[in-house]
């Protein structure tokens, strides 16, 4: 995994862990480049709750995130914390894009959130797919699970290059798992 951090900065991230109460179930995979799948994306708890543990496990990992979050006083924070800006606007091109960074480094973790929005949706964006085909790295499924606490590692989900096949499978292995607001939760059997 890429790392990050420090002594100082790991054990701010473990104080604050402990001090959420959360815990993490499940290993972290052994891979250089990987494309994080995070889910289910139903508030800003999640950024709250998943920061933390990045810190306490040194873990660098980039994120992708709309530009417009990126205002004073926070966008150096994000930045240092590992966030990318994004524009919306730039539909086909942000999977090359991001495929580009990956082949340009020998160690690189990004993680997106496939609702796209903490909203209720009708159905996820396939563009972190769309940058694990082009990049030709494999996908680590990581859940938020509010009402056990658990920052959830599923699997590794290696992407067949079937795009209907692959969110269907991906999207399955998610069902099991609860956001914050379970009422803006993707009704996965029918997104499916």
């Known amino acids: 995994m890429p790392r990050s951090g420090n ?4 054990g701010v991230g473990l104080l604050m862990v402990k001090a959420l109460g959360w815990r993490i ?3 972290f995979p052994q891979e250089k480049k990987v494309m994080v799948a995070l889910a289910p994306h139903t508030s800003n708890w999640d950024f709250v709750v998943a920061m933390p543990f990045i810190l306490a496990l040194g873990l660098k990992a980039s994120w992708l995130m709309k530009k417009e979050a990126f205002f ?12 990318i800006p994004t524009d919306r ?14 082949r ?16 209720k949706t009708a159905k996820w964006k396939n563009g972190f797919l769309r940058i694990a085909y082009a990049a030709n790295v494999p996908v680590v499924l990581i859940a938020w699970d509010f009402p056990s606490k658990q920052i959830c590692v599923d699997s590794v989900y290696r992407p067949t290059g079937n795009l209907e096949t692959d969110m269907r499978e ?4 998610f069902h099991k798992y609860q956001g914050r607001n379970p009422q ?9």
């Open 7 to 10: 002594w100082f900065t790991r």
């Open 25 to 27: 179930h499940g290993e």
């Open 72 to 83: 004073f006083p926070f966008k150096g924070l994000f930045k240092w914390l590992g966030g």
């Open 89 to 102: 606007s730039a539909a086909g091109g942000m999977a090359k894009q991001v495929a580009s960074q990956f």
């Open 104 to 119: 340009q480094n020998e160690k690189m973790w990004v993680a997106i959130t496939p609702e796209g929005t903490r909203k």
């Open 170 to 173: 991906i999207q399955r292995r």
């Open 184 to 192: 803006h939760q993707t009704d996965l059997d029918e997104a499916a």
